[in-house]
């Protein structure tokens, strides 16, 4: 169980990660997206995560915080139900367990190749990748924040769906749904966007006697 939900946690905040570094998508329903994304270069938030199976029974929940400087660059640190943080120094991601003092490290490209988060990491004025890859819709409106839906074209993606909430022109939540039918969901607080956040919390060096994973 254990394992199932830290490839979830992994999996989740790379792609929230991702989406907000990614490029703004361009089409005219998706404008508060596409003018959030244009407009931050750095991000701090709090974030509260649930993952749920198919019946829709909550499997567990987390709870932390991140930070986000673009290009790239990403922190991201569970105080629940473990201490658990992740590093994207923009070249590689390290993934740090405290409880078991081991930390993993792989290349950024690997890390990601393997969901749609790789599709959201390109260059700012690129549009056109995301939406080969990805069909592309606003939900119905109702109230309280309008949801967008990405669904990736290719079957093989490993997610089935990706929901993002927004109001006023800020991310509230994200919904991962995976080829297993496991549902992720991140409701974000306490945004700042464009804080000042120094470049050096986005290195990070293993801690003494802890043992490193290279894959």
């Known amino acids: 169980m254990r394992k199932v939900v830290v490839l979830a946690v992994r999996r989740a905040a790379v792609m929230l990660c991702l989406v907000v570094l990614s490029p703004a998508i361009g089409a005219t329903a998706l404008d508060d997206l596409r003018e959030w994304l244009v407009g931050t270069r750095s991000v701090r938030a709090d974030f509260d995560q649930t993952v749920s199976g198919m019946s829709g029974r909550s499997v567990k929940h987390a709870a932390g915080s991140m930070a986000i ?23 590689r991601v390290w ?34 990748q995301l939406q080969r890859d990805f069909d592309i819709r606003e939900d119905a409106a109702g109230a309280g924040p309008r949801w967008l839906t990405l669904v990736p074209r290719n079957a093989d993606s490993g997610f089935t769906r990706v929901r993002l909430a927004l109001a006023d022109k800020v991310l509230h939540a994200m919904e991962l749904t995976d080829s297993f039918g496991q549902v992720t969901l991140l409701r974000f607080s306490h945004w700042e966007q464009n804080a000042a956040i120094d470049a050096r919390e986005f290195r990070f060096t293993p801690p003494a006697g802890a043992d490193v994973l290279e894959n």
Do not use: C, H, M
């Not at 790239?72 to 120094?89: N, S």
């Not at 081991?102 to 690129?126: E, F, H, I, T, Y």
């Open 69 to 91: 400087l673009r290009p790239g660059k990403f922190r991201w640190r569970y105080r629940e139900p473990y201490e658990q943080l992740i590093v994207g120094d923009g070249t």
């Open 95 to 128: 993934i740090y367990d405290r409880d078991l003092n081991q930390v993993s490290v792989r290349r950024q490209s690997q890390a990601l190749a393997s969901s749609p988060a790789a599709l959201l990491a390109g260059p700012l004025a690129d549009t056109a």
